[in-house]
């Protein structure tokens, strides 16, 4: 299907997602860094805004050299204390399928499950821009498709923004989203809803798929998005991109040198179980302090220790 056919097909969506969505870039280059959503020397991490972080101040913060953390989150609880401590951008990961869900891959999870956790995630904050990924088989059909599930994440679920995989060959939903006013963050490298096409492994080795990855980089850049999220590639090559484009690049295991980091907070804060991937750095051991927790709580309801007085109403 041609674009023009795409667009007129899904005029009456594309109209309800420009005026549900609360920025949006234009269709091609970055977004203007101006006006009074442009946090001009407001530092994206930590700020004081309680307004909610838009692809233009991610455009701003790009532009003054600044780096910024970025978090996976799947309910209310946590991605409010992910707010409280300043996240500027979370995103409702498929990674929900590996960590959250019980699933072995992204690959089974779906429009539902994904509207429902992006809507918690949205009511469980107030400052940070709240990026939704399309899940495997909510945009492969084309652009028509992809604009009819983003649509839904905007309209029921709030998002500011949508993410989808896919360099040159998802070039053409990213455009229709774009021109229909849905923010569009691209996801190239190791992209793991092709996990049964691709397994696990580093993308962009050799002068061939390194050749491709620029490419692709470059056609989601064109396509409009806002920003693009480049998960396992050499950190030399993850450098390249990132000083070819003028929209940020968004790192998972991919060296230093991108303008944001992204983790999944599970293997961030030590509450997956497991082996961790080697890019990722755990700051806590969740997953003990909780253990613990529970352990203590058995031990005095068997003991008879819990409750006490100050626990029981007379």
């Given amino acids: 299907m041609s674009l023009q056919a795409a667009q007129n097909q899904a005029a009456t969506s594309a109209t309800s997602a420009t005026s549900a969505t609360s920025a949006s870039p234009p269709a091609a280059g970055p977004p203007a860094a101006t006006g ?16 909610r972080v838009t692809v233009h101040d991610i455009a701003a913060a790009t532009e003054r050299g600044e780096k910024w953390p970025m978090l996976t989150a799947y309910d209310a609880m946590t991605a409010s204390v992910f707010d409280e401590a300043g996240i500027p951008v979370m995103l409702v990961g498929d990674s929900m399928g590996n960590c959250h869900l019980g699933y072995e891959t992204t690959v089974p999870v779906t429009m539902d499950e994904m509207a429902m956790l992006s809507a918690a ?31 839904r994440l905007v309209k029921d679920a709030g998002v500011g923004a949508v993410k989808l995989e896919g360099g040159e060959r998802s070039h053409e ?11 569009v963050m691209g996801h190239i490298g190791l992209t793991p809803q092709s996990v049964n096409a691709m397994g696990y492994r580093v993308q962009g080795r050799g002068e ?12 989601v ?48 804060a030590g509450l997956t179980g497991g082996k961790v991937p080697r890019f990722s750095k755990q700051y806590a051991d ?24 100050e626990h029981t109403f007379h």
Avoid at 37 to 51: M, N
Avoid at 144 to 149: F, I
Avoid at 288 to 305: F, I, K, P, W
Wanted: some cysteine; glycine content about 10%.
């Fill in 221 to 268: 850049q064109d396509a409009g998005a806002f920003a693009v999220v480049l998960e396992l590639v050499p950190a030399e090559l993850a450098a390249e991109v990132t000083r070819c484009l003028h929209i940020p690049t968004v790192g998972i295991g991919a060296g230093p040198d991108t303008d944001a980091q992204v983790l999944v907070w599970t293997d961030m």
């Fill in 36 to 51: 009074p959503s442009a946090g001009a020397g407001k530092a994206l991490y930590g700020g004081k805004s309680t307004r």
């Fill in 286 to 309: 969740l997953r003990q302090v909780l253990g613990d927790a529970v352990r203590s709580y058995a031990e005095e309801v068997v003991g008879g220790t819990f409750p006490q007085p």
């Fill in 208 to 219: 061939e798929a390194a050749q491709q990855l620029l490419r692709d980089a470059k056609a």
């Fill in 173 to 183: 939903q990213i455009r229709l989203l774009v021109e229909a006013g849905i923010p």
């Fill in 121 to 151: 995630v949205v009511r469980g904050t107030k400052r940070a821009l709240i990026v939704a990924d399309l899940p495997f088989g909510a945009y492969q059909e084309g652009p028509v498709q992809a604009l009819r599930n983003a649509t």
